[in-house]
């Protein structure tokens, strides 16, 4: 592990144990100065000077925020924060910046526009809600009415201060989850994380990450990724040995991030951050889907979970037969927000895949192992999605269950294909280990679609084809008219 690695494992530890204290600050006022307090001091911390494009990037979003009308502050503000990463990678190509400090700069950018998105779709919600109001004061059914709740409203009267706050909060800070601003405030306003089971989820939690920290130093010290990358790997080692050698350093990845993930998850378990009813139905990164404020009257009586933080469902990815279905479970509360924020707003529904993709890309960074990656996962899932109708979903028992293990297989192998080129980053990197192995990845893709695509047509022609025998069995059956009345005479 790097030095950069240490201190921010230490970090991360020492944001899990604070979480003790924050959680029993009687003071609302008192818990959410600590909690900002500390958020500032681990920045500082691991990004040393750096931590100024931090503040940096904040004070613009937040004045974008605040200061442009909310039919457009949510444009102003994503074009602010997205169009400071460049300025941030530019500067970290010429002189260097740590590698988390990179995360802190793309957390704080999805949370300051985030906020900046959730206050125009509530405005919209009140515009809305007036208009409803004056077309027919006499006739409004009450129940047709747009829900309008307190939250819109105090999004439209947020303050510098709160977004910082919320922003520079400790939880999460480092490598998120990202939540939503109501995730924040409810955390002071409302009385789960008294009653949540705070302890034991954290305890949960970190035996999965010392598990997930074991595998890595495991996989790391037998499979280095700097080794696919020295001459000896490429001159010395075999096709089949460069080939498979994806499986490995792929794994040791996800075991890092893994770890990583969950141990951030235990800073939010620890602190009661995150925590609501089941009664609630909460989501990741979302937050509850269902009306929740009434339940804070018997706060005691509710079983209580951390799905809202919860931003990798490790057990699924691992376990699900397909890429499709592993893209769903991985680094979900991220892409909760491209779903609200680009996916759903994006104004041609043609192209908002792509767009949604890209902006994924550009948030990951600037390399070419972000486009390689991230912009080749619609590819293989075009190409999975064909074969699961032309081989897979009309299939059952055991024939269905070796066709979704020889699925799993696949699926792993296009993660850890399209993983190299994310881990590699450099096109040099890439180009050389991609043709080491004759681009057989993209080379049998093409060729499984192309497969596809005929298997596709000759099956859809086969069904036109028994539709129009059938068809014309049906007319032959049928009596003629004339035929009918001679008989009948």
Same mark, same amino acid.
């Given at each position: ?16 144990? /604070? ?6 600050? /009687? ?9 900002? @307090? ?7 911390? %691991? ?70 998105? #959730? ?10 809600? =007036? ?5 027919? $004061? ?14 819109? +409203? =105090?999004? $439209?009267? *947020?303050?510098?201060?709160?977004? %910082?706050?919320? !922003? ?25 994380? &008294? ?5 034991? @989820?954290?305890? +949960?939690? *970190? ?6 920290? /074991? ?70 990164? =979302? ?28 057990? =699924?990815? #691992? ?18 927000? *491209? ?20 902006? !994924? ?20 899932? !075009? ?6 109708? *032309? ?6 028992? &055991? ?16 993660? !850890? ?40 047509? $000759?099956?859809?022609? @086969? +069904? ?5 025998? %059938? #068809?014309? /069995? ?8 004339? @035929?009918?009345?001679?008989?009948? $005479?």
């Amino acid at each position: 592990m790097s030095i950069d690695d240490v201190i921010y494992v230490i970090c991360l530890l020492a944001c899990i144990g /604070a979480g003790s204290y924050v959680r029993k600050i /009687a003071d609302e006022g008192q818990r959410k100065l600590v909690s900002t @307090a500390l958020g500032v001091i681990v920045v500082v911390i %691991v990004s040393g000077l750096h931590s100024l494009h931090c503040f940096a990037s904040l004070a613009l979003g937040t004045a974008a925020v605040l200061l442009v009308h909310p039919s457009k502050g949510h444009l102003v503000t994503f074009v602010v924060m997205f169009g400071y990463l460049v300025f941030f990678r530019m500067f970290d190509f010429y002189l260097g910046i740590p590698g988390h400090t990179n995360m802190i700069q793309m957390i704080l950018t999805l949370k300051v526009s985030g906020v900046a998105f #959730e206050k125009t779709a509530a405005w919209k919600r009140l515009q809305a809600r =007036e208009e409803q109001k004056k077309n027919d $004061q006499r006739d409004v059914n009450q129940e047709s009415l747009i829900e309008i709740t307190d939250y819109d +409203e =105090e999004l $439209q009267t *947020l303050t510098a201060a709160e977004i %910082v706050h919320y !922003s520079f909060n400790y939880i999460g800070v480092l490598t998120g989850p990202y939540y939503r601003y109501r995730t924040y405030r409810d955390y002071f306003e409302m009385p789960f994380k &008294t009653h949540a089971p705070s302890v034991e @989820a954290t305890l +949960e939690k *970190l035996k999965y990450a010392v598990f997930y920290c /074991a595998l890595y130093l495991t996989t790391n010290y037998f499979w280095p990724l700097d080794y696919a990358l020295s001459d000896e790997f490429f001159n010395d080692r075999s096709f089949v040995y460069r080939l498979l050698y994806v499986w490995p350093t792929f794994f040791t990845f996800r075991a890092r991030i893994y770890t990583g993930l969950t141990l951030s998850e235990c800073v939010c378990t620890m602190a009661g951050f995150g925590a609501y009813p089941d009664e609630s139905d909460p989501n990741n990164g =979302e937050g509850p889907r269902k009306r929740y404020q009434h339940l804070k009257r018997d706060a005691d009586k509710h079983h209580y979970n951390f799905t809202t933080i919860v931003n990798t469902r490790v057990l =699924e990815v #691992e376990r699900c037969w397909t890429f499709r279905e592993g893209m769903k479970h991985w680094n979900v509360c991220v892409q909760y927000w *491209l779903a609200v924020n680009v996916y759903k707003l994006f104004p041609s529904k043609k192209y908002r895949t792509g767009a949604t993709l890209l902006c !994924s890309a550009y948030w990951h960074g600037f390399r070419p192992g972000h486009y390689f990656c991230i912009m080749g996962a619609p590819f293989y899932v !075009s190409l999975e999605d064909m074969w699961d109708k *032309l081989v897979r979903k009309n299939e059952s028992g &055991t024939r269905r269950r070796v066709i979704d293990v020889l699925f799993w297989i696949f699926k792993w192998f296009a993660f !850890s294909y399209l993983g190299e080129a994310f881990l590699l980053s450099s096109f040099g990197n890439i180009w050389r280990f991609y043709s080491s192995v004759y681009h057989i990845g993209y080379i049998s893709w093409a060729a499984m679609i192309a497969l596809g695509l005929y298997l596709t047509s $000759q099956r859809k022609a @086969a +069904e036109r084809k028994k539709n129009r025998e %059938v #068809e014309k /069995a049906a007319a032959g059956d049928k009596p003629d008219g004339n @035929a009918q009345k001679e008989k009948a $005479q």
